[in-house]
């Protein structure tokens, strides 16, 4: 089992309806996660963290954690084609005391105009 | 504020040669990592230093080596490149803050090995 884990998609919604990109991991003892962005030949870029469980809200976007279900979501509000990347959900696994963080391989957002 | 520059942007090498990639923050960071990043595999870490003066190996590390020549740089070197290492490489730094963080990336390495 992946430790971090996301569908490829490609996800494709329509321009102004909600996307819904889903994340689950594997270990238990987990305690912070990231949502990061990727534009096509680009570097990743950090759009939201969350540590505690229940919703974190910023602009149009809202992470929301469930530790006991061990997902971790990001909800995208009226999508639009420039949020059409990838994204990619990141983990800070327990144990040690380094910053490292294991990567999910990546969901991709298609936004259709 | 330039944040994590990588050098060189692209590369190709021919099989067997050897090659280093340059990473440098300017964010007083104290942790700094090497990533590569494949179709299908996502981003997996080749080796991370969580400080000066140390450095650890991280999912991916045969093939490759690294020094932390001091708090701001982080380099990684292909002693013998195989084309298995074609690959698009990612630096990155980050700092502890009131328990939550991200990671700063640079802008990517392109290496083909042909």
């Known amino acids: 089992q992946k430790e971090v884990e996301q569908n490829s998609g490609p996800l494709s919604v329509p321009e102004g309806a909600i996307a819904s990109l889903n994340c689950t991991y594997s270990d238990r003892g987990s305690q912070s996660f990231f949502w990061y962005r990727q534009y096509s030949g680009k570097s990743p870029e950090l759009i939201m963290f969350?540590?505690?469980?229940g919703d974190k809200e910023d602009g149009r976007f809202t992470a929301q954690l469930n530790k006991a279900s061990q997902y971790v979501s990001l909800l995208i509000r009226d999508s639009q084609p420039s949020d059409s990347a990838t994204y990619l959900c990141a983990v800070k696994m327990s144990g040690g005391a380094t910053n490292k963080l294991i990567f999910g391989t990546g969901t991709l957002l298609a936004v259709q105009p | 504020n330039a944040g994590v520059t990588q050098t060189p942007k692209f590369q190709v090498l021919k099989t067997g040669q050897s090659m280093t990639l340059q990473c440098a923050q300017d964010?007083?960071?104290?942790?700094m990592y090497w990533y590569r990043q494949d179709p299908g595999m996502g981003l997996r870490l080749i080796y991370y230093s969580a400080s000066e003066g140390t450095t650890d190996k991280g999912e991916v590390p045969n093939g490759y080596n690294v020094s932390r020549l001091n708090k701001r740089e982080f380099s990684l070197r292909l002693e013998s490149a195989a084309p298995s290492q074609t690959s698009v490489y990612f630096c990155a730094s980050s700092e502890w803050d009131r328990g939550l963080y991200g990671y700063t990336f640079g802008s990517g390495t392109r290496l083909t090995v042909v």
């Open positions: 969350i540590y505690s469980n």
């Open positions: 964010m007083n960071h104290n942790s």
